[in-house]
C-alpha cells in the first residue's frame, strides 16, 4: 500500500501525559500537512512541512504541541502535557507540486482520548 | 483568509436518485481552488472532485459533477445516479494556489443513500 499511513490509529491517554503520533507520507511527496478534526467540524489546519522545514503553524497549534520532519520523509506531531480539549481526530496528508497538482491524499488518522 | 460554509448538516436520498450538496465560500485571493472530500464511515477522506477557479468550465469525474458560481461565490456537488457506496461525509474545501496551499474546510454534509 503505497499511501499515507499513521501510527498509533487509536490512542487513549490520561491528562497530563505526552503522546507522539507518526505520519508516514506518499514516497516523494515534499508537502505534509497536519489537520485537527473534532466531532462534527471539518479538519482544520495545525501546521506544514516542505521537505523538513516547517513553513507555517497555526495559532490552534498551542505551544504544548511540536511537530517534526526530520529528513523530510515520515512526521511526528507530539503534544505534551495533554489535555481533555485535545481529544480529537488527527489526519495527516501529503502533497506533491509535480504538474501543478494540488491534491492532498490523507491518512486514517490518529483518534485520540484523553480522559 | 478563506472561509467555507456548507448549510446542509445531514441530507438523504433514495438509491439511483439525484443529490446536490452546497458549499458557499469566501476568499481574497484571486486565484484559488475549491475541492469536494468525501470521509465514508470510518475510512480515510479522499478527493471527489476539484475545480480550478480560473476556469469556467465545471468539473465533472463520472456521476460527480459541480456547479461552480463565482460571482456568487458557490460550488454545489450534484451526484447523479446515487449509490449506497456514496453514503459518506461529504467536506467542501478551499485553498489558494500558492504558499502553503492548506486546505480550508466547510463542517460538512453528512449523505446517506437509501437502499
Known amino acids: 500500500d503505497t499511501g499515507v499511513s499513521q501510527d498509533p490509529r487509536h490512542k487513549i491517554t490520561k491528562r497530563g501525559q505526552n503522546v507522539t503520533f507518526r505520519c508516514d507520507p506518499i514516497?516523494?511527496?515534499?508537502?505534509l500537512y497536519w489537520y485537527r478534526q473534532t466531532l462534527g467540524q471539518g479538519p482544520e489546519f495545525l501546521t506544514y512541512f516542505q521537505n523538513e522545514a516547517q513553513l507555517e503553524k497555526s495559532r490552534l497549534l498551542s505551544d504544548r504541541f511540536s511537530a517534526e520532519r526530520p529528513k523530510g520523509s515520515f512526521s511526528t506531531l507530539e503534544i505534551q502535557r495533554t489535555e481533555q480539549g485535545d481529544s480529537a481526530m488527527y489526519l495527516c496528508a501529503s502533497s506533491s507540486r509535480a504538474g501543478g497538482q494540488n491534491e492532498q491524499f490523507f491518512g486514517p488518522g490518529t483518534r485520540l482520548t484523553v480522559l | 483568509a478563506q472561509t467555507v460554509t456548507q448549510s446542509q448538516p445531514e441530507m438523504s436520498v433514495q438509491e439511483a436518485e439525484t443529490v446536490t450538496l452546497s458549499c458557499t465560500y469566501d476568499?481574497?485571493?484571486?486565484?484559488?481552488?475549491l475541492f469536494w472530500y468525501k470521509q465514508p464511515p470510518s475510512r480515510q477522506m479522499i478527493l471527489v472532485i476539484r475545480?480550478?477557479?480560473?476556469?469556467?468550465q465545471n468539473a465533472t469525474e463520472n456521476r460527480f459533477s459541480v456547479n461552480f458560481q463565482k460571482a456568487a461565490k458557490s460550488f454545489s456537488l450534484k451526484i447523479s445516479d446515487s449509490q449506497l457506496g456514496d453514503t459518506a461525509m461529504y467536506f467542501c474545501?478551499?485553498?489558494?494556489?500558492?504558499?502553503?496551499?492548506?486546505?480550508?474546510f466547510g463542517t460538512g454534509t453528512r449523505l446517506t443513500i437509501i437502499p
Open positions: 514516497s516523494e511527496h515534499n508537502r
Open positions: 475545480q480550478e477557479a480560473y476556469k469556467q
Open positions: 474545501a478551499s485553498s489558494s494556489n500558492f504558499g502553503n496551499e492548506k486546505l480550508t
Open positions: 476568499t481574497s485571493e484571486s486565484n484559488y481552488y
